[in-house]
């Protein structure tokens, strides 16, 4: 779960890292009464939307009075935004951070993640602050800096002083850098974060350390304990295919193909998409229905599918292990039915019960393309869909 830069740099600010002093606004009206609220001369007017590269598509723009900062609102308030990590489609502006301009000396980045491999946090940073990270990791490593830290406790003292040495900032920030780093490495700990980072972190004229712009995102699985944070979810920046998922307790991210894709294992869904690139396809979506899957959630399954209007093929792929593969089809005959579906389907079933599940399939009389393996659905159903 992604949230907003304001309310990120408000859950840092309650840590001690320093943020620019801002306010929120759904309004130009709201948005003049916080440029007056802030007592700075100049100010910049953030589009608020769960997505990087916002100064680059117009998303951030300079005031210096009141009258600017509510044209600045009028403009963004109730537009799509679209940036390099939005997608086409782009994401809602519902309302902007009007914030104080930083006189910014020198910029570093700094973040932290989670190194799967190892199974701890990694604080990752770079002197270079304000460009795309995993770009300048592939062209330049030695430009990006690592330390693991402990999945319980974070970043030691030491590996905060030893990263502020490698960031080659001036001698006097060495304190508040330290405390940054250890303070964000904690509530990425304590916070079941997936990501935070500060991109930009601004050494500011006056010798202030500032947390120029901030994203956070946070681990699902551990928002039941953090009922603060599920308050915190802004669904209209979501995906509502996604939304409707997690009601029926799918794993679904929607892409950009043409073959809609409905598999039973996330290792097997990613094998699916594999080859349906291999056949020259691009998948529509990932999509996991769960090893223990119902006729229900497979049918709810299957209406997510069909909700994408750029997908012209569907291919459902199940290995019937726990699941049994007749249950599967009854499911997938009653969404075809629900759905009125006008694209071709192919089906792979394997496992428990699958001869079962083709005769149903074989005896409803729809046009449903049944594959005796993986690869040859793969095939059928990227011809299909470039039909």
């Known amino acids: 779960m992604y949230i907003h830069e304001y309310q990120a740099k408000a859950l840092l600010a309650?840590?001690?890292i320093a943020v620019p002093a801002g306010r929120v606004a759904q309004s130009a009206r709201q948005a003049g009464d916080a440029y007056e609220a802030l007592h700075h001369e100049r100010a910049v007017?953030?589009?608020?939307?769960?997505?990087?590269g916002r100064g680059k598509a117009g998303g951030i723009l300079p005031v210096a009075s009141r009258a600017e900062a509510e044209d600045a609102a009028r403009h963004l308030i109730g537009t799509t935004l679209v940036t390099a990590q939005t997608g086409p489609r782009g994401r809602p502006v519902d309302r902007v951070l009007v914030e104080e301009a930083l006189s910014v000396a020198r910029e570093c980045y700094v973040g932290v993640c989670l190194d799967?491999?190892?199974g701890c946090p990694l604080a990752v940073a770079s002197a270079r602050g304000g460009v795309e990270i995993e770009s300048l990791a592939h062209a330049e490593p030695g430009a990006v800096l690592r330390e693991y830290g402990n999945p319980f406790?974070?970043?030691?003292?030491?590996?905060?002083?030893?990263?502020?040495?490698?960031?080659?900032?001036?001698?006097?920030?060495?304190?508040?850098t330290t405390k940054t780093l250890l303070a964000l490495a904690g509530a990425f700990v304590d916070l079941d974060c997936a990501l935070v980072e500060l991109n930009p972190l601004a050494a500011c004229a006056g010798g202030r350390l500032v947390a120029a712009d901030v994203k956070m995102a946070f681990d699902d699985n551990g928002l039941s304990r953090h009922a603060d944070l599920a308050d915190l979810r802004d669904a209209a920046q979501e995906d509502p295919r996604e939304a409707e998922a997690q009601r029926h307790d799918l794993?679904?991210?929607?892409?950009?193909?043409?073959?809609?894709?409905?598999v039973n294992g996330a290792g097997l869904a990613m094998a699916t998409m594999d080859l349906i690139r291999l056949h020259g396809g691009e998948p529509a979506n990932f999509l996991d229905v769960g090893g223990a899957a119902t006729a229900e959630r497979v049918a709810a399954a299957f209406r997510l599918i069909c909700q994408d209007h750029h997908v012209r093929a569907v291919l459902v792929n199940i290995f019937g292990g726990i699941v049994r593969c007749d249950l599967v089809a009854e499911g997938?005959?009653?969404?075809?039915k629900r759905t009125a579906l006008r694209v071709p389907l192919v089906v792979r079933l394997e496992g428990t019960?699958?001869?079962e599940g083709?005769?149903?399939f074989a005896q409803s009389g729809m046009e449903i393309v049944s594959a005796p393996s993986l690869d040859e659905a793969a095939a059928r159903a990227v011809a299909l869909a470039d039909r």
Do not use: D, W
């Open 14 to 16: 309650k840590r001690g």
């Open 45 to 52: 007017v953030k589009a608020q939307i769960h997505a990087g």
């Open 116 to 118: 799967r491999t190892r």
């Open 153 to 176: 406790t974070g970043l030691m003292p030491f590996q905060a002083r030893k990263l502020f040495a490698r960031l080659g900032l001036p001698r006097e920030l060495m304190a508040p």
């Open 251 to 262: 794993s679904y991210v929607g892409m950009q193909g043409s073959v809609g894709c409905m």
């Open 332 to 336: 997938i005959l009653e969404a075809v």
């Open 353 to 355: 019960n699958a001869a």
């Open 358 to 360: 083709r005769a149903a």
